[in-house]
């Protein structure tokens, strides 16, 4: 009987906005079920998974033998510097802070060339991302909220393009006001915003201050955009 790969919910986002017949490449695959998911699916026609250690590797080839899956190259590399631009259409991103994400992008300036499709899932620090991907000829096409283990993370699909975003998308999303997940999101990065200023608030430097009234100009955002959400029509949870 074959063993049955089930995604998490993370996961199966990106699983879910991956096109029919892609060359795929996961990045930092770890496991590699996402891979070894899309191979089983028959929906990718080509697939590289890659990470930065060799144990993480080691597992993912392991994970590909467990499935009975072939065909997935396996590569040992420092985000997409072992990729070729013309070997994948399709990237996936996941599992790591959005800071870090944004510095593998930095480094492979060829994926905003038009031709590829970004599949991004910041653990942290999805406002650096967003802000990022704005600032260099990103543009996100659409973005969803997935809850895994009682906690929220946001899954963006980007691809070449303009989008500028002011600094209350960066932090509440750009896409996503139609998600039936928002409200909760943005309360969550409300409370954190809040916190942050009550605590620059408690220093006396002028930059801090400079901080705090930057960060307020950004909660009134917020708070417009969950005002959005609450008016809009949606999908029901």
């Known amino acids: 009987m074959t063993k049955r790969l089930e995604l998490t919910p993370r996961l199966r986002q990106l699983a879910d906005w991956v096109p029919q017949g892609a060359a795929f490449a996961d990045v930092g695959t770890d496991h590699a079920y996402l891979p070894v998911w899309l191979v089983l699916q028959g929906r990718v026609r080509s697939c590289i998974a890659c990470d930065l250690r060799p144990m993480p590797l080691r597992r993912a080839r392991e994970t590909g033998r467990l499935y009975g899956v072939s065909g997935i190259q396996f590569r040992l590399c420092d985000g997409l510097g072992g990729i070729r631009p013309e070997e994948a259409d399709?990237?996936?991103i996941a599992g790591m802070g959005g800071?870090?994400?944004?510095?593998?992008?930095s480094r492979a300036p060829w994926t905003a060339d038009g031709a590829h499709t970004l599949l991004l899932q910041p653990q942290s620090r999805a406002e650096v991302l967003r802000r990022f991907l704005s600032e260099h000829g990103y543009a996100i096409r659409r973005e969803a909220l997935v809850r895994e283990r009682g906690r929220l993370y946001p899954v963006m699909e980007a691809v070449a393009g303009e989008m500028p975003l002011t600094p209350g998308q960066c932090c509440g999303g750009a896409k996503l006001l139609n998600d039936p997940l928002a409200d909760q999101y943005l309360i969550e990065t409300i409370l954190r915003l809040q916190g942050a200023v009550a605590g620059l608030n408690r220093a006396s430097?002028?930059?801090?201050r400079k901080r705090a009234d930057s960060l307020r100009d950004i909660l009134t955002e917020l708070l417009f955009m969950r005002e959005e959400w609450r008016h809009g029509d949606r999908p029901a949870n």
């Open 90 to 92: 399709t990237v996936a």
């Open 99 to 105: 800071e870090n994400i944004a510095a593998i992008l």
């Open 205 to 208: 430097d002028p930059e801090s």
